[in-house]
């Protein structure tokens, strides 16, 4: 019996060992400053982190402890928001301004020390403050424990493809500037891969991105959209891909020729080398949702495009280029985002709840509210009035004198309200474009207004897009969890047929979701974190003007459950 107790413990141990030698704890230091570079004939003042454009990529495996340290030597506040790491247990590491912290005056550096718990795959660190997310961001590379494997073959080579958008501008001006007017941001001037805008911009021949493959080899292409504002279609001439994942989770293989991918989501495709040598273009222009719905929601329709360049081609090849899909292909965009499954029984995989104790049914989209001070609002419709997003009529405010995370802790009141409602206050036909002819549908209360759940409760959200000003796709991104998307149509929801659309073995896992223009999609997630999380709409744009909301998950029943004290340097307000 002794020797028998001996070898139980010995084998604890030994696996106790394996876990422990398996995670490592990475430093890092971030340095936020002014960085001056070129692109579409200017040379113009960004802010970067460590001088790079992108930023630095975070190459993790599971399991890891990060330590960041960041220095703010720009002129602006900031924070950085590790976009999709589920925070579990360190939520004042979560970044978002105002919600789990207040931003890291210029001169000031806070740390952010946080675990990458039970996620492989891709994600990706960006600022929380103002339009700033438009040059300071980075890859999250997240691989497997070391001696654990992928679920699919060993590629050759792993490749970050970061999609994002570039303007001729000082980006925390044009935001400014929106909100001052009352109106959305200015369209950006050229979207960008790997930060370059690719030859069909001025003055952009040499500043393409380029990637050099083996013919036959098979290479993992972690792609991120860090667009502002746009969701993008992006295409490799000639290739097909498998997506393998999608924001650090893992899907059944889903072979495509075409990948779209809204602001905040991730896609890790395999790409086989399998084309005769020579040169393709890779390409990404925007999905502009609104544009077929007779609204004429401004976008940029211009195109960026890098190229695949095989080993042995010769340099005078013009490199064949795909066809680009119209900007209004929502089929297009719909089928991509509703055929993608989660990998059942592979890493991390996690079955959908069963029992729900808290359903919401949530309206998204934007609205209208009083002009601002000393601003005519002449020059559109309705005359007067300026633009504002809502959730459920609520545009949501950020709190200004102590983040939500840090009134939750220390039991402030006056912060914010637990009063935000569970279904619609009005009931409308949604997505009904005759709806803006209603005016008092169009403006809504400003509050700071959020839910509170219970610890480990089941959480399921429907999410309405209304037609109110015009119809859109909204992506929209949770802080915190990993939520499953059970359905997408298009249309009002109706609970009577719609529930029973429902995928309720192997629905995609995401953070960030693209609701579909005048549709709805439903998410259900558990609530075992404990913190303040934010929810909002991944365009900056109408994040700015309220389209947003928060929850308060409360404390546990034990120590490990409950949120813990916030760090000594944590930035005051």
């Given at each position: 019996m002794g020797r028998l107790v001996f070898l139980f413990a010995s084998s604890l141990l030994l696996m106790v060992a394996a876990t422990t030698?398996?995670?490592?704890?990475?430093?890092?230091?971030?340095?936020?400053?002014?960085?001056?570079?070129?692109?579409?004939?200017?040379?113009?003042?960004?802010?970067?982190?460590?001088?790079?454009?992108?930023?630095?990529s975070l190459r993790v495996r599971e399991g890891d402890k990060l330590i960041i340290h960041v220095f703010n030597m720009s002129p602006y506040k900031i924070t950085i928001h590790w976009h999709g790491v589920s925070q579990l247990m360190s939520?004042?590491?979560?970044?978002?301004?105002?919600?789990?912290?207040?931003?890291?005056?210029?001169?000031?550096n806070y740390t952010y020390n946080y675990r990458i718990t039970k996620q492989e795959g891709t994600l990706f660190w960006h600022a929380h403050s103002s339009f700033l997310r438009a040059t300071v961001h980075g890859a999250i590379i997240i691989h497997p424990r070391a001696r654990h494997s992928y679920p699919f073959p060993k590629p050759y080579r792993e490749v970050p493809i970061l999609l994002g958008e570039w303007w001729n501008a000082n980006v925390v001006d044009v935001e400014n500037q929106a909100l001052a007017l009352g109106i959305g941001p200015n369209i950006s001037n050229a979207y960008t891969i790997n930060g370059w805008p690719g030859d069909l911009y001025p003055c952009s021949q040499n500043q393409m991105y380029k990637h050099r493959v083996e013919q036959g080899k098979?290479?993992?292409?972690?792609?991120?959209?860090?667009?502002?504002?746009?969701?993008?279609?992006?295409?490799?001439?000639?290739?097909?891909?498998?997506?393998v994942a999608v924001d650090a989770?893992?899907?059944?293989?889903?072979?495509?020729?075409?990948?779209?991918?809204?602001?905040?989501?991730?896609?890790?495709?395999?790409?086989?080398?399998?084309?005769?040598?020579?040169?393709?273009?890779?390409?990404?222009?925007?999905?502009?949702?609104g544009s077929g719905t007779g609204v004429g929601v401004p976008f940029n329709p211009t195109t960026t495009r890098g190229v695949i360049i095989y080993q042995g081609a010769r340099s005078s090849t013009t490199p064949l280029m795909p066809v680009v899909p119209a900007f209004n292909d929502t089929p297009t965009a719909h089928k991509f985002f509703t055929e993608l499954t989660s990998l059942v029984g592979g890493p991390h995989w996690v079955p959908v709840p069963l029992n729900v104790d808290h359903k919401m049914f949530v309206t998204i989209g934007m609205g209208l509210d009083v002009c601002p001070p000393n601003v005519s609002c002449q020059d559109r419709p309705p005359v007067g009035a300026a633009l504002s997003g809502n959730m459920n009529n609520v545009s949501f405010v950020l709190p200004t004198m102590l983040s939500l995370l840090q009134a939750f802790f220390f039991n402030v009141g006056g912060v914010y309200t637990t009063d935000f409602p569970a279904n619609p206050p009005v009931q409308f036909n949604f997505t009904n474009p005759s709806i803006n002819a209603d005016l008092p549908l169009l403006f809504a209360p400003k509050r700071t207004s959020i839910t509170k759940v219970k610890f480990n409760s089941t959480m399921e959200m429907v999410l309405q897009n209304t037609a109110?000003?015009?119809?859109?796709?909204?992506?929209?991104?949770?802080?915190?969890?990993?939520?499953?998307?059970?359905?997408?149509?298009?249309?009002?929801?109706n609970p009577a047929t719609d529930t029973l659309k429902y995928n309720l073995f192997n629905p995609q896992m995401r953070n960030t979701v693209s609701v579909p223009v005048a549709g709805w999609a439903v998410i259900r997630f558990v609530a075992n974190n404990p913190g303040a999380w934010f929810m909002h709409c991944h365009f900056d744009g109408h994040n700015s003007l309220g389209l947003s909301t928060a929850f308060i998950v409360e404390n546990g029943p034990t120590p490990e459950t409950t949120l813990p004290s916030p760090p000594p340097d944590l930035p005051e307000c």
């Open positions: 030698v398996s995670a490592a704890i990475l430093e890092h230091s971030f340095y936020v400053k002014n960085l001056t570079v070129t692109r579409l004939c200017n040379r113009q003042v960004i802010t970067a982190v460590n001088d790079s454009f992108p930023g630095p939520a004042w590491s979560d970044g978002p301004e105002m919600i789990t912290q207040c931003a890291i005056r210029p001169g000031n098979t290479y993992l292409l972690r792609i991120i959209n860090a667009a502002v504002n746009s969701h993008l279609f992006y295409k490799i001439a000639n290739h097909n891909m498998t997506v989770r893992y899907t059944n293989p889903y072979v495509t020729d075409i990948v779209v991918i809204s602001p905040g989501q991730t896609v890790d495709v395999l790409l086989t080398a399998d084309q005769p040598v020579g040169s393709y273009y890779m390409t990404a222009n925007n999905y502009a949702s109110l000003i015009g119809a859109e796709n909204h992506p929209m991104h949770l802080h915190g969890f990993d939520f499953h998307v059970l359905a997408q149509g298009f249309g009002n929801f």
